[in-house]
């Protein structure tokens, strides 16, 4: 079965513009994720979607952030007025709520730069 | 605040012996552990969990330690190949499904010939 999918792979964007990721996660998993890594560092928790429940947004670092996500399929992240510290890879991961572990299930990144 | 750290930003191991990665945590809340794989331009890919309620998880070459007490894991490969390089992460969560992990910053592991 298909995996968790993101697009596009790479983004360049201008210090200023506004950019949206999107994220296909597997058929049926209930949770999803957003996380982005900074070079050299680990991954950073965004935002956690998990059914119909609010999100938890905790992690998100700024208003400029926003993500949506469409019932339990493809979700979007939104950031506006992109800065050079958003460059990052941001990572979707999902995963099947209840499933007795944490186990998720990362799709391949988008790798952005803001010039 | 480094909730997950790995202190040891590389390792490198010859083929055939053991590969060990540690990880340390904080944070007293967190009680289920997973280890990631990650090569260049993919998305990490899970390798290995325990829970706290165990002190030892084993799947094939690959051993994960618990020491709740020292708040400390280690993920021990036997015996590492050269498709083992990669860049390993820790990450923790509390337990229950469906909760976010928090990520040490890896530890690149290469495994020469």
């Known amino acids: 079965g298909a995996g968790v999918s993101q697009s596009p792979s790479n983004k360049v964007t201008e210090k200023g513009k506004d950019v949206e990721l999107r994220c296909d996660p597997i058929?049926?998993?209930?949770?999803l994720y957003w996380y982005r890594q900074r070079l050299g560092q680990g991954l950073e928790f965004l935002i956690y979607?998990?059914?119909?429940?609010?999100p938890d947004k905790s992690g998100l670092p700024s208003d400029r952030f926003s993500a949506e996500r469409t019932g339990e399929s493809v979700s979007t992240l939104t950031i506006q007025r992109t800065q050079q510290e958003d460059s990052a890879v941001y990572l979707c991961a999902s995963s099947l709520w209840g499933s007795g572990t944490n186990e998720q299930f990362f799709g391949p990144g988008t790798r952005l730069t803001v010039l | 605040d480094q909730q997950v750290k790995q202190n040891s930003p590389s390792l490198s191991v010859q083929e055939g012996r053991i590969s060990i990665l540690n990880c340390d945590y904080t944070?007293?809340?967190?009680?289920?552990f997973l280890w990631y794989k990650k090569y260049p331009a993919e998305g990490p890919t899970f390798l290995i969990s325990?829970?706290?309620?165990?002190d030892k998880n084993e799947d094939g070459r690959f051993t994960v330690f618990l020491n709740k007490s020292a708040k400390h894991l280690s993920l021990h490969i036997v015996p590492s190949q050269p498709g083992d390089s990669a860049v390993y992460f820790c990450a923790a969560s509390p337990m229950g499904g469906g909760n976010k992990l928090t990520f040490g910053t890896g530890t690149q592991l290469k495994v020469e010939l």
């Open positions: 058929s049926g998993h209930t949770a």
């Open positions: 325990i829970s706290s309620i165990k």
């Open positions: 979607f998990q059914g119909n429940s609010a």
């Open positions: 944070n007293s809340m967190f009680d289920y």
